[in-house]
Structures are given as structure tokens and as C-alpha cells.
DNA sequence: CGTGCAACCGGACACCGTGTCCGCTTCGCC
DNA sequence: GGCGAAGCGGACACGGTGTCCGGTTGCACG
């Protein structure tokens, strides 16, 4: 990784500036590389240079969101972070995750080309979190509970809830619940 | 719907078992409409007539399936059938549908293409049938549990996990206990 | 039977997005 | 200011989509 050169750096803000705009302002599973060169001012090529694919640009603008609560997972104050009893950090993290989910469906959608979700390195680390708390809070089989425990929060099924009616809150406090019965 | 003509039976028949033989064979979210005309010895134009796109071939060959279940739900015996504690529906609920999908899951990765998981018809059964057993079991806001409840069964989940080595039987396990515990 | 009409068939067509390739441009170090 | 390398971007070939329409086939009715 040596340094970036300084044109390479301004087609790169101009790239992520213009797909942000494209996944907020329409269907973020229909925006396609074209797009996004274009509104750009770029050339294909050159988003092909860096970015596999439109999910991988989605996932780009969306770790950055992802890196902050990452954080506060690890070493944040409870019941977010360590300290408070699983069940509770557990309904912490969903209530974040629902936070999340509604100020950036859009760019999970547009992240979400099949089964995409689960190679991305985001997942992986939700995935390891909630196998941690549900180990410490001495439930059976947390590899198998993990991921469906996590499916809740697919960026689908988020949007679909939504635009069905269910409130964010609705949906946080109904996690919530699930989190804290879990086993006994 | 007036009677079929004998070779527009003929031609379903073809193109149904092409689709169900090709689904199986490779990735199902690969398969396309030229490559199911190309193997049932039909022209795209006929595959066109009928169905709109690959995702509502898998999805007619996933209802007939579908069907047996829905009809245990609503008049077999218990404990899927009506007669058990909604718990214990709900938990014999889960099973069947991790057997349909352990069946089926090429069919279910077929009949999806981005959010179409939502708008056919069988989705809202199950969301009805969860939402009915939720509210027999005074559980607060049946509305925003059920979608969490069902998104374990979402198919790219299931193969998710399978795919990690988390057997249909332990998958069935974690299910149950969850739909046990449920509120108290 | 045979005939006419409607349903059905299927290939051709135009379109769109993908991903790659390569001649040209720009950068930044010496 | 010159030069090597990194970056750029348009052109291209490909593959899938969905539509359209001339030709074919099935079936009801005489």
C-alpha cells in the first residue's frame, strides 16, 4: 500500500460522493457501475480499477458507519460494551443495529447481491459477538442461534418491516424482548 | 382459465422439469431464462408466456410442496396442526419448515431475487400462521416479532449455515428452544 | 372428416449492463 | 524539464433480457 496518488484520491471521493447520492436517491438494488461512473464524471474503467462490483462500493461506504459501533462494542461503556449481564448487551446491540439499519438501509441494500451478507467482513464480526454473549450467557449451541438470532436484522427484512409499518421502535423493543427470554 | 391446450400442457410439463433438473445441477441464482428454454427444447417466447422470470418458475415448483405444509397447519394434527400450545406449534412450525428447506433450499435460493421473498404468496401464510400463534400466546406486538421470527428461515440463511456445518437437526434444536422460551 | 379461428410457439431483434483491454494522460520523483 | 510508472477512460465483445410477429398447431363446430 504505497502512497495514493493525487488524482487517483479525488476520482475516489468523487466515486463514493456520487454513489452515496445514487443509493439514497433511488432503489439502491438497481443502481448499476454505469450509473455511478457517470454521475461521477468518470470513465468505467477506473471504477473497475478499485471496485469489483457495485456492492463492494455500497460495503465501502457502509464500514465506515459499521466501524464506529464496532468499537463501542469492544471497549465502549455497557450495556453496549463489556461489563453489563449478555442479555442485556445482547438488546443493546440489536437496539444499535436497528439505529443503524434505519439511517443506512439504503446502503445495505445496495451491499446485498445474494448471499453477499455473509462474506463480507461485517458479518463475520456480529457473527463472533453474539456467539460471544450467547456463550457467556450459557446458551446451547450459540454457532447454530448466532445467525438466526442475526437474521432479523438483514437489511431486507429491516426495509420490508418498515415499509410494512413497523417502526423502528417497535422493532427495537420487540428485539429486546426476544434478547433478555433467551433461555430462561 | 379456460381449459389448457395439449401442447401448452405438454410444453409446462418440459419446462418445469428442466427448471427443477437445472436448479438442482448448479448455483440456482445462476440459472437464467435462456439457459431453461435451451434445456426444455422450447423457445424463449414460450417460457415468456407463462412465466415473467426465472425467480417465478422456482417459486411454482416451491408451491407444490408449500402447500402440503400449509394445509398441516390448518387442519393436520397437533402439534402442527391447531390443538397444541402456540410454543409448541411454533416450534413444530420451525421443524417443518427447516425440513422443507433442507428439501428444497435450490429451489428457495431459485425463487429469490432480491426482496421477491416478500411479495409472494406463501411468505404471507407463514406470517400470518406466526402472527396468529404469537397472539394465542399473548406475546407483546405479534406484528413486529413475526417477520423476526420467520427471517431465521430466509433460504440464503439456511444454506448459510449449512454450508458452516450447522446440521438441519441442531438448526431445528436452537428453533425450538427459541420458540419455547418465548415470553416467560 | 375438414375447415377456420384462436391460442400457442419460437426465433430474431433491440437494448442494457458487465468486465476487459490498451493507447493515452497525468503525476511526481530525480 | 524529462521520464517511468500509475492512473484513466472509452471502445469492444459478450451474455441475458423482454418483446414482437410470422408461422404453426390444436380444437370446436359444421
Redesign the pocket.
Known sequence: M???????A???EKVLAAAAELFAAKDPRTV????I?RAA??????L???Y???ASIATALLDEHEKALQHELLQGPPPLGPGAPPRERLAAFYAAMVELLDRHVHLALGAETGARRYVTGAYGFWRAHVIALLRAAEVADPDALADALLAPLAPDVFAYQRERGVTPARLTAALAELARVLDR
Open positions: 504505497t502512497k495514493e496518488r493525487a488524482d487517483a479525488r476520482n475516489r448499476t457501475m454505469e450509473d461512473a464524471g468518470v470513465g468505467r474503467g477506473t473497475y480499477r478499485r469489483p462490483d457495485v
